[in-house]
């Protein structure tokens, strides 16, 4: 989920920001995902003996990507080729403008260019946790395939990073307004919605928010704890704020109708 911060309009997307209310409308995107994840999980409780995936005829909006077999982390398996990349492209291109990836070495520096032959735009991503060395190296790669292919639209510092503890928060800043200084493409990291919530200066710090909202499906899993966060996060906004979360989880869910 995304949601645009308190910052000046950065890089080639161009479209105007507004100041955002944080903590109010960090709600309604919080439970906007909930929503969405529980309608989700209902379906898949209901057709999880069907094997065959759903028809879809629509297009969304962007499609997370990483070449990596079975991770997104770029030290896994061997080094992917240009051949898979446009393989996979060639099959996930129908039904997206853009792909978001997780790191930019490891074969995965290729996807920018391999997308462009099929029109894809690319959120490129550099996979950031606690070896120093390699940061290093995906910072440089990040920045380098941001500033030469006009088809990167925006970078992603780090994919949960906070959450995995592999960064503190003024580490994972210090990277961010490292790539804000070197490109012109908006900036953020992808994290947990509660270290948006807990970590406004991290909010401040980027173009956009990119918040991942996963303890829905764990309540609907039985999880007390996160029983407990899903009744705060509701219990904690106006009736208003939550109609408007459904009416955005409504419209989000009519694409794949």
Not at 136 to 160: P, Q, T, Y
Request: proline share 4%; glycine share 6%; charged share 25%.
């Amino acid at each position: 989920m995304l949601y645009h911060s308190n910052g000046p309009p950065r890089g080639r997307v161009g479209a105007r920001r507004s100041k955002p209310r944080l903590v109010a409308l960090m709600r309604v995107v919080a439970f906007v995902g909930v929503l969405v994840a529980c309608i989700h999980a209902s379906v898949w409780a209901v057709s999880r003996d069907v094997s065959s995936a759903p028809a879809f005829n629509g297009q969304l909006a962007s499609v997370s990507y990483t070449p990596f077999d079975g991770s997104a982390h770029p030290d896994s398996g061997r080094r992917s080729s240009a051949e898979q990349i446009r393989a996979d492209l060639k099959a996930i291109a129908p039904f997206t403008r853009m792909i978001r990836t997780y790191s930019s070495t490891g074969g995965a520096e290729l996807v920018p260019e391999v997308a462009r032959e099929f029109g894809l735009r690319v959120s490129v991503g550099a996979w950031i946790d606690k070896n120093t060395s390699r940061n290093d190296r995906e910072m440089r790669a990040v920045i380098d395939l941001a500033r030469k292919h006009r088809n990167v639209d925006s970078v992603v510092v780090g994919n949960e990073t906070i959450y995995r503890g592999e960064q503190t928060i003024d580490e994972l800043i210090r990277k961010i307004q490292r790539v804000k200084r070197e490109t012109s493409v908006p900036v953020t990291t992808g994290e947990i919605w509660s270290a948006w919530i807990e970590h406004p200066e991290l909010a401040s710090a980027v173009d956009f928010i990119a918040a991942h909202k996963w303890f829905n499906l764990a309540a609907m899993r039985g999880i007390e704890a996160a029983k407990g966060w899903r009744a705060q996060l509701s219990s904690e906004m106006s009736a208003n704020q939550i109609a408007e979360a459904q009416r955005l989880a409504r419209e989000w869910l009519s694409i794949f109708r």
